[in-house]
């Protein structure tokens, strides 16, 4: 009977239970109650649920005490400069195998691809000078930036040149650019920039509106703006080609996400591999999407996500976040004035990535000051240049600092 007991008392240290008494273990539990929050935010408020429930549940499984869900030692270390992948492919689990396509930056392109498939360009081809509220809404990130260096020089945090790049991405609501970025640049901090990345594209609707309505007029909100013109096929097929060839040529580290991106749109406007468009924006995609947001929430553990660090680059997220939503209602501001009315600022919001939920919240916005006023595919044309714009950004960040 002894040794039953032994037995059971043995079972009992070496548990997950157990592991929760011993030094650091509540914050494992802490970590847990995240990932929870993070569910609800998913389930029941529908937030970004495609990729917040993978990812919660993914923090959730890396700190399950004991559970070595993923080994962060072999991609991440000091002195380490290249994966140690005879570890990975000899000891390595599921998480590590998914990771790998986020290290080796396949899954955001790929993201890009399916993404592509299901944007349309028409509202930009249709108003050119919406592409000027897209670029404008990117100053979140420069500043974000700025602000990151400033904090270094100060003191308050050590954040190196690369990693306040990596930080100041977030400012692009756009997780899988953040996400390549990220990889690139500051792979100790992916899960934290993720989650951050992430959860304020998924509180666009809350973060957005109280900034545009105090920047913004009742009198500028309730403007009306032209029906935009009609589009032709022959438009649409010749721009994801120009605008690949453009692109590439002036920023090329941009070229693998607006290249896959804009693949994508050709696919979906030829009209003509209707076949590998529908599986480049559904299954593919899908398939990226577990694969993306599972690996990333499982390099979310307490000891490398529980410290000062996280908390900076939580605060400098929402500043960089919220500097891009205003640099473009702004920025709409000036081209309202300069066609003497006839551009609506609220559109300008529209210019982060997070498409095309930031268009919707501009309708919203609008349709509450003038319940006549329609405001969606004029705020797409900002959107979808916002997802140029970020992804621009990104080869500008990666040839400066990578």
């Not at 721009?239 to 290249?259: A, E, H, Y």
């Not at 307490?302 to 939503?325: D, E, K, M, Y």
């Amino acid at each position: 009977m002894s040794q039953f007991f032994d037995t059971l008392v043995g079972i009992f240290q070496k548990s997950g239970f157990a592991q929760f008494g011993e030094e650091g273990g509540l914050l494992y539990l802490v970590m847990i109650v995240v990932g929870c929050f993070l569910l609800y935010l998913a389930i029941v408020k529908q937030y970004e649920p495609l990729i917040l429930l993978p990812m919660a549940f993914g923090m959730i499984l890396a700190n399950l005490p004991g559970s070595g869900i993923i080994h962060m030692e072999y991609f991440v270390a000091d002195g380490l400069e290249h994966p140690m992948w005879m570890e990975i492919l000899n000891n390595g689990g599921l998480a590590d195998m998914l990771y790998m396509g986020v290290k080796l930056g396949i899954y955001p392109p790929l993201i890009f691809l399916g993404i592509g498939t299901m944007t349309d360009f028409g509202p930009l081809i249709s108003n050119p000078k919406s592409l000027l509220l897209g670029a404008a809404a990117q100053f979140g990130i420069f500043g974000t930036y700025m602000g990151a260096r400033l904090l270094t020089a100060t003191g308050v945090v050590d954040f190196t040149q690369a990693q306040s790049a990596a930080i100041s991405i977030i400012g692009g609501a756009d997780g899988p650019t953040a996400i390549f970025v990220t990889s690139v640049l500051a792979p100790e901090l992916l899960g934290s920039i993720a989650v951050a990345a992430y959860s304020y594209m998924a509180l666009v609707p809350v973060i957005q509106p109280p900034i545009m309505r105090a920047l913004t007029t009742e009198k500028e909100r309730k403007i009306v703006m032209k029906q935009l013109r009609t589009v032709s096929k022959t438009e649409r097929i010749v721009f994801p080609i120009l605008c690949t060839i453009i692109v590439s040529l002036i920023i090329p580290d941009s070229t693998v996400l607006v290249g896959m991106l804009m693949l994508g749109n050709l696919m979906k406007e030829c009209g003509v591999v209707d076949r590998i468009q529908k599986t480049a924006g559904n299954e593919l995609m899908n398939i990226i999407t577990i694969f993306l947001a599972l690996s990333v929430g499982c390099t979310t553990s307490a000891n490398s996500f529980l410290n000062s660090r996280t908390l900076f680059i939580i605060v400098l997220g929402l500043i960089a976040f919220s500097f891009g939503t205003a640099a473009g209602v702004l920025f709409g501001k000036l081209m309202c004035w300069i066609t003497h009315g006839q551009v609506n600022p609220l559109i300008g919001s529209a210019g982060v990535s997070a498409v095309p939920m930031a268009a919707r919240v501009s309708q919203k916005e609008g349709q509450k000051a003038n319940p006549s006023n329609f405001l969606l595919m004029h705020a797409m044309g900002p959107n979808v240049a916002g997802v140029i714009g970020s992804a621009v950004a990104a080869g500008i960040l990666i040839n400066i600092f990578g």
